[in-house]
C-alpha cells in the first residue's frame, strides 16, 4: 500500500507511456483504413464509373461517327482516329472543367465534414491519434483518389482507343512524331501533371471540409471555388488576377505534348499548385487544430 | 481544450504561407529586374552600328509578346492567350518559343491552349503548321532570294530581330534617338535606345529598342502611344540562350492525316508581291481601286487612298491585311470573303464625322487613326485626325488620290 501510495503522477505518466505502445510516425494502417472507406464507398464507386465512363462514350462516338479530316471539333479529337492515345487525352480534356474536380471535391469536402456530420469525428479522436497526423491522413488520402480518378479515365481511354483504333506513333501539337512508347510515357506525365493539379485543389476542399459540418455544403463550396476560378480564367478585362487562380495553368498539360517539352509552362502550374496546397493545407491544420468538436 | 496557447496563433502559420508563396511568386516573376547592371555608356550611334553589325550563330528562347492598339474589341481576333492562331497576334498576350541558326534554319512556335503554331523554314524549304486545323502548308523558296515574308503572318512584329529592323528602317532625320539607362531583360543586361518622332503630330509616342550589351541583339521592343505609359505593343524575350540550336529543331515532316498544302515557288512569289502590295497599300482593292499615294513622309505620312465603288464582282479580291480591313464582319455575320458592301456596312458603325472637308468615319487606334470619307476615300497614318482632316481637305492630295489610274 505504501508503495502505491509513494507513485508521483509523473511517474504515473512515464509507466502508463512505457506500456501503451508508442505512437508510430508513420505507419500505413491508419491510411489504409482511411482508403478501405473511400474505395469502398458505394458512391465512390457510383462517381468512379461516371468518370471512366466517358472515354468509353468518346471512343465509341468517335469509331462510329469519324470527325471529317481538317481538325475543328473538341480538342484532341482530330487525332483520335490516328491513334488511339488520344482518346485518353480528349477524356482527361473533357472532364477536367467539371467531372474531375467534382470527384476530388466530394471527396476532399468529405474529409472531416463527412466524419463530423456523422458523428464519427469526436470518436476518431478519442483514439491517440494526433489532430495533425488524422488531417494529414484525410489529404493523402483525397490525393491518392485524385491520382486514381485521373489515371482511372487515361487508362480506359488508353485501353478503348487501343481496342478501337490501335496505337502506333503519336503526332505531337508541334506536328512531330513520337513513337508509341513514348506517347505512353507523355499520357503518363499528363496524368501525375493534372493529379497534382487536383491535389492543390484537394486542400481547398480540406479547408473547406474543416469549416462545416455539412459534407455538402464544403463540396458545394469547393466546386464553386474551382469552377468561379475557371471562369475568372477566361475575362481578359481582369488578366492581372489570372496568375493568382487556382486552375490558371491546368491546361498547361498541353506543354508536356509540344517537341521539344515546353518545361517553363510545367514549372509554372507546378509552383502554383504547390503554393495552393501549402497555403490551404495549412489553414485547414489551423482550423482544424483549434476546433472544439463537438460532434 | 488543453492547449494553453491561444487559438489564433495558429492562424499565423496559413499568413506566413501565403505570404512566402506570393513572395517567392514575385520573386521569380520579377528576377533580375530590378537591379539595373553597371555598363560602361554608350551613345545612340554606337548602338545602332552594334545592331547592324549583330552576328549571331543561333540562339533560342521564349518570346512575349503584348498587343493593345486600342481597337474596339474583334470578336475572333482578341483570343488572348488561348488562341494559337497566328492572326490573334494583333490583340492581347502570346507566347511564342524560337530557335534560330543562320539565316536558313529558323522556327516560330506559337503556343496556345492545347495548340500550337509552327513556322519553320529550312534550307529552301517553308512549312507553316497549324495543330488546331491539323494543316501543313509547304512551300519551297526560289533560289537566291531571301526569305519571303509570309502573306499569313499579320503585320505586327513577331521576334525582336524582326521589330527592330522595321522600327530601324524608320530612322531618318524626323527621329530623335536616344539612349535611356541600362535595363535587363530575361536576365541579360541591355542597352536601350530610344526612338522618338520629332512631329508632335505622330500618334506614336516613342519606340524603345534594349540591345543585349554582350550579344548586340535586340531582346525587347516597345512600342509607345503618345502619352501613354504603357506600351502598345511589346517583344520581348522572357528567355534566351545563345547556345546554335540542334539540327532536329528545323526538320519538319508532316504527320499522317494531316491536310499538306504544297505551294510552288511561283504561287508564293505571287502570294509574297500580292502581300507586300497589300502592306503598302493598304485598301488597295484589287482593280476596282485607285493607286494609293502617301502623303508626307517619315512618321507622319498620311496613306490616301480611294474606295472601289460597289461593284458586282464583290467578292473578287476582298482587301487583305491594313489595321482597317483585319476588322471582320460579326462571328454572326455569314462567313465569306469582305466585299466592299460589307465593309462599307462595317464602316457605318465607326462614329460619324464631318468638316470643311466633307463627311465620313473615322476608325482610331492607340497608334494611327483612318478617315473613311463618304465620298469614297481613305486616310490612314500613324497620326491624329486632324492631320487626316487636313489631307482630305487638300485639294491637291484628294486630286492625286481621285487621279489615280484606275488600273482598267
Known sequence: MSVAEAVTPAAVASEVRAVLPRPRMFSPRFLLSELMLIFGRRRNWAGLAVLAAIPVIIAVAVKFDPPSGGGGGPDFFAGITENGLFVALAALTVELPLFLPLAVAAISGDAIAGEANTGTLRYLLTTPVHRTRLLAVKYAAACIFAFASTLLVAGVGVLMGLILFGGGDMTLLSGRQIGFGEGVLRVLGVCAYLGICLCSMAAVGLFASSLTEQPIGAMIGTMIFTVASFILDNIPQIDWLHPYLLTHSWMNFGDLLRDPVNFTGLREGLLRAAAYAVVFATAAWARFGGKDVTS | ?408
Open chain 2, 1 to 408: 481544450m488543453t492547449e494553453n496557447r491561444p487559438k489564433w496563433l495558429r492562424w499565423l502559420v496559413p499568413a506566413a504561407a501565403i505570404v512566402a508563396t506570393t513572395a517567392g511568386a514575385a520573386a521569380l516573376t520579377t528576377a533580375g529586374a530590378d537591379a539595373a547592371p553597371r555598363l560602361p555608356a554608350r551613345t545612340a550611334a554606337q548602338l545602332l552600328v552594334d545592331l547592324q553589325t549583330a552576328r549571331v550563330d543561333g540562339l533560342s528562347g521564349m518570346v512575349a509578346q503584348r498587343a493593345d492598339l486600342g481597337l474596339p474589341s474583334l470578336p475572333g481576333l482578341t483570343g488572348g492567350g488561348s488562341s494559337s492562331d497566328l492572326s490573334s497576334l494583333v490583340a492581347g498576350t502570346h507566347t511564342l518559343r524560337v530557335w534560330y541558326s543562320g539565316p536558313g534554319s529558323a522556327r516560330v512556335a506559337l503556343l496556345g491552349t492545347l495548340g500550337e503554331s509552327d513556322f519553320i523554314t529550312n534550307g529552301r524549304d517553308v512549312w507553316v503548321w497549324n495543330s488546331r486545323d491539323n494543316t501543313a502548308v509547304h512551300s519551297v523558296r526560289p533560289e537566291g532570294t531571301a526569305p519571303a515574308r509570309k502573306p499569313d503572318l499579320t503585320s505586327v512584329p513577331k521576334t525582336p530581330q524582326e521589330a527592330a529592323d522595321a522600327a530601324l528602317a524608320a530612322i531618318d532625320p524626323t527621329t530623335v534617338v536616344t539612349t535611356a539607362g541600362p535595363t535587363k531583360v530575361a536576365g541579360r543586361s541591355a542597352y536601350e535606345l530610344l526612338l522618338a518622332p520629332r512631329d508632335k503630330a505622330s500618334r506614336i509616342g516613342q519606340v524603345t529598342i534594349a540591345i543585349d550589351a554582350e550579344r548586340h541583339v535586340p531582346l525587347r521592343v516597345r512600342v509607345f502611344a503618345r502619352g501613354a505609359a504603357e506600351p502598345a505593343v511589346e517583344v520581348a524575350f522572357t528567355q534566351v540562350s545563345f547556345n546554335r540550336p540542334g539540327a532536329e529543331q528545323f526538320a519538319f515532316n508532316p504527320p499522317p492525316g494531316a491536310k499538306v498544302t504544297d505551294e510552288s515557288a511561283a504561287d508564293l512569289q505571287k502570294k509574297a508581291d500580292s502581300a507586300a502590295k497589300d502592306l503598302t497599300a493598304k485598301d488597295q482593292a484589287g482593280k476596282a481601286g485607285g493607286e494609293p499615294v502617301v502623303l508626307g513622309d517619315g512618321w507622319t505620312s498620311v496613306l490616301a487612298a480611294k474606295l472601289p465603288a460597289p461593284t458586282k464582282d464583290d467578292q473578287a479580291a476582298p482587301p487583305k491585311d491594313g489595321q482597317p480591313n483585319t476588322i471582320r464582319p460579326n462571328t454572326a455575320a455569314p462567313k465569306g470573303p469582305l466585299g466592299t458592301a460589307n465593309l462599307l456596312g462595317l464602316v457605318g458603325r465607326l462614329p460619324a464625322v464631318s468638316g470643311s472637308w466633307g463627311s465620313g468615319h473615322l476608325l482610331t487606334g492607340a497608334l494611327f487613326s483612318v478617315l473613311l470619307t463618304d465620298d469614297g476615300r481613305v486616310f490612314a497614318g500613324a497620326v491624329d485626325p486632324d492631320r487626316l482632316y487636313a489631307a482630305a481637305a487638300d485639294p491637291k492630295a484628294s486630286a492625286a488620290a481621285l487621279s489615280a489610274p484606275a488600273g482598267k
